[in-house]
């Protein structure tokens, strides 16, 4: 039990964003990783047909 009160009692403590920061952050971190996979398909797709053209 001591420890679920300290839980709570740190919950207290923690300064949480607001819903205009939230959203800022939560669509930083989608484009983020629109950006990444984009990335890693554009250099999967280049070295698979850079592999087909020296194989065969």
């Given amino acids: 039990m ?3 009160r300290s ?3 740190e919950m207290k403590i923690v300064t949480w ?3 205009k ?3 800022k952050d939560s669509l930083v ?3 983020t990783a ?3 996979a984009l990335m890693f ?3 999967d797709t ?3 047909l850079l592999f087909k053209f020296i194989i065969g």
């Fill in 2 to 4: 001591k420890f679920l």
């Fill in 7 to 9: 839980v709570v009692a």
């Fill in 17 to 19: 964003p607001s819903r």
């Fill in 21 to 23: 920061q939230l959203r």
């Fill in 29 to 31: 971190v989608i484009e």
């Fill in 34 to 36: 629109i950006i990444f």
């Fill in 41 to 43: 398909y554009v250099m």
């Fill in 46 to 48: 280049a070295i698979g």
